[in-house]
């Protein structure tokens, strides 16, 4: 009995043991969570009111810069309570957001003696040391972001190089400033600006635009220090005296590059239109085909696609015969180089104060070229201009099923299923002087051609097919796979077997 109770003693203890094990453990356990749970609210509230930022395109916090540097930064997202804080685009609802960061902002600097930051989000290094710039939302100055500003002791030696310091162009022409090297820009980046707009522009990206006569410089500048400057000089000339070699001693006199042109009228170039039985369906204006059909390469289609090819044909052919720039080779015993241009016959064509010829309709103009300084001395520019053929619509086969001939006829035009690439009738413009073609293959064993436009697969593989107007001025060649496959046309579209 007595061993009983001892036993019974035990378990006792043990268990008021355990019981109090529990009742600390729990304590412990509430007295944790008294401690972590206000941290993580705190951490949350502090991550659901916040403004995010991006210093050179990247997001960041930190920027390190030398004394005199200044760099942009810019919202790159905001959080208030948690709800992101839309800043560009358009809403859910489609309405366009009005954000203004100038006005709907503040921007402070803890210390404006190492940098100081504007209301564009623009921060200027001054001298060695770090500070905080912090922007906070005017509506709410729980929602804000802090940037780190580290201005380095070191002193800087910025240095632009480009790859070239100067250039001579034509007005109308462009040329573009590259940069090769910058050293000691702690954000590479540079700005462009003309001394002279009026003779030469020029682009963010440093294209150059000539625009008159004369001289620019373009001042490249780093956009983080003002001090890293380079100097690019613009020489612009008139196209037609550009490569003038001039000579102001010697026997007068003016020689042209070229003394004569056969171009198109204007016109021809600017509508395509689509041919149906011989008669214009509908008129396209070619270069807005020719600007959609970047969208359409990925699937193209067998009409987009046609019509792309005769754009391109159009604008191609119009930058050869839809203008000419007259060209003075050399010029000897003249006070200048200065000359002026009358053409005979204005409504056939026209010619501006540079040598830019437009030819109006079809005949025959004659430009003369006549020194400023003296008059007597002149030299001629024969202007022939032509109903010329501009552009073809045609069936461009890429791919043709192999045909067996039937030799059982007697004529050959008779022996294969001919596929018709074009006719007389689908010559542009319609009413060309000339409106004969030729259409050739590579080679007559893989892909036969007859001679009115037809063309036929006879042995497998690969050729290509040319057509060319009878008048010279018009050609296009495409490759045409001859295999077992069914008949295609514009890559696409399906044309039988």
């Known amino acids: 009995m007595r061993e009983r109770g001892r036993k019974n003693r035990t378990s006792?203890?043990?268990?008021?043991?355990?019981?109090?094990a529990v009742v600390l453990m729990l304590a412990f356990i509430m007295c944790i969570s008294s401690i972590v749970v206000p941290q993580l609210e705190e951490v949350s509230a502090k991550a659901a009111n916040r403004i995010d930022f991006k210093i050179n395109g990247k997001t960041g916090s930190k920027v390190t810069l030398y004394a005199g540097e200044y760099i942009k930064f810019t919202i790159d997202g905001m959080w208030q309570n948690g709800q992101y804080i839309q800043t560009q685009g358009t809403t859910h609802c489609g309405d366009k957001v009005n954000f203004k960061p100038s006005k709907e902002l503040t921007y402070k600097s803890s210390n404006n003696a190492v940098a100081t930051v504007t209301n564009k989000g623009v921060i200027t290094a001054k001298k060695k040391g770090t500070c905080k710039i912090?922007?906070?939302?005017?509506?709410?100055?729980?929602?804000?972001?802090?940037?780190?500003?580290?201005?380095?002791?070191?002193?800087?030696?910025?240095?632009?190089?480009?790859?070239?310091?100067?250039?001579?162009?034509?007005?109308?022409?462009?040329?573009?400033?590259?940069?090769?090297?910058?050293?000691?820009?702690?954000?590479?980046g540079v700005k462009f600006a003309s001394s002279n707009k009026k003779v030469a522009t020029v682009s963010s990206k440093g294209k150059v635009t000539a625009k008159k006569a004369g001289t620019a410089t373009i001042t490249v500048t780093s956009v983080v220090n003002k001090k890293a400057v380079a100097k690019f000089k613009v020489t612009v000339k008139n196209p037609d005296t550009i490569n003038t070699n001039y000579t102001p001693t010697g026997k007068k006199k003016i020689v042209l590059d070229e003394t004569s042109v056969t171009l198109a009228p204007e016109k021809s170039f600017d509508e395509?239109?689509?041919?149906?039985?011989?008669?214009?369906?509908?008129?396209?204006?070619?270069?807005?085909?020719?600007?959609s059909a970047r969208m359409d390469i990925a699937e193209p289609d067998m009409g987009r696609k046609y019509y792309v090819v005769c754009a391109k044909m159009l604008i191609s052919n119009k930058k050869?015969?839809?203008?000419?720039?007259?060209?003075?080779?050399?010029?000897?015993?003249?006070?200048?180089?200065?000359v002026t241009y009358k053409s005979s016959n204005k409504s056939v064509a026209s010619v501006s104060s540079t040598g830019k010829v437009t030819p109006k309709k079809a005949g025959t103009a004659v430009i003369t070229v006549t020194s400023k300084t003296d008059k007597s001395v002149s030299a001629t520019?024969?202007?022939t201009v032509r109903k010329l053929v501009t552009a073809f619509q045609f069936e461009m086969y890429t791919n043709l099923k192999k045909q067996d001939p039937d030799l059982e006829t007697r004529f050959e035009e008779y022996r294969y299923d001919w596929r018709q690439v074009m006719s007389t009738r689908d010559v542009l413009p319609l009413n060309a002087a000339d409106k004969n073609f030729t259409l050739t293959s590579s080679d007559e064993s893989i892909i036969k051609v007859h001679d009115n436009g037809e063309v036929a697969g006879v042995g497998y593989g690969t050729a290509t097919l040319t057509l060319k107007s009878a008048d010279g001025f018009c050609k296009y060649s495409w490759k045409c796979t001859v295999s077992d496959k069914g008949t295609t046309c514009w890559y696409t579209q399906s044309a039988g077997d």
């Not at 395509?272 to 600007?291: L, R, S, T, Y």
């Open 381 to 383: 520019y024969t202007v």
């Open 320 to 338: 050869k015969y839809g203008t000419a720039q007259i060209k003075i080779k050399s010029m000897t015993g003249l006070k200048s180089r200065e």
């Open 134 to 188: 912090t922007v906070t939302s005017i509506y709410n100055a729980k929602v804000k972001g802090t940037i780190k500003v580290t201005v380095s002791k070191k002193k800087q030696n910025a240095k632009i190089t480009l790859e070239k310091k100067k250039v001579t162009i034509a007005v109308g022409k462009t040329a573009t400033v590259k940069v090769k090297s910058l050293k000691g820009i702690s954000a590479k």
């Open 272 to 291: 395509m239109p689509q041919v149906v039985d011989g008669m214009p369906d509908a008129v396209f204006d070619a270069k807005d085909i020719a600007d």
């Open 12 to 20: 006792a203890t043990m268990l008021a043991g355990w019981k109090k």
